[in-house]
């Protein structure tokens, strides 16, 4: 087993084409968020990369117990970071590899 599948060159590749991308999408992501004057703007870098993500991991890291916050309340950065994380972590493997690319530019939306 460890000869024929976890030293395949082909297994090797896909683990560090995964690595890759996942490194590169919570970089953009983190810094957009990170950037606490422009992240809430849609004309800004942040702002867009915000926007990419689904209002429903925003709406659960608003969730806090039996309360939910304001619609307008701005979330602090560890929810910002969590929110990012959470919205990783649930991509699919395609759905992560394609979004690597449309923002690379190596593809379009």
């Known amino acids: 087993m460890i000869d024929y599948a976890y030293h395949n060159n082909e297994v090797l590749s896909l683990e560090l084409i995964g690595k890759s991308v996942l490194t590169s999408l919570l970089d953009k ?6 950037d606490e004057k422009d992240y809430l703007k849609p004309r800004t870098e942040s ?54 690319k449309t923002l690379l530019g190596m593809r379009l939306p």
């Open 29 to 34: 992501f983190i810094n957009a968020i990170v």
């Open 47 to 100: 702002g867009k990369l915000y926007r990419l993500i689904s209002r429903n991991f925003e709406y659960i890291q608003k969730f806090n117990g039996c309360r939910i916050f304001d619609s307008n309340k701005r979330l602090d950065l560890h929810a910002r970071v969590q929110l990012v994380v959470d919205f990783i972590s649930c991509m699919t493997d395609s759905y992560a590899l394609n979004l690597h």
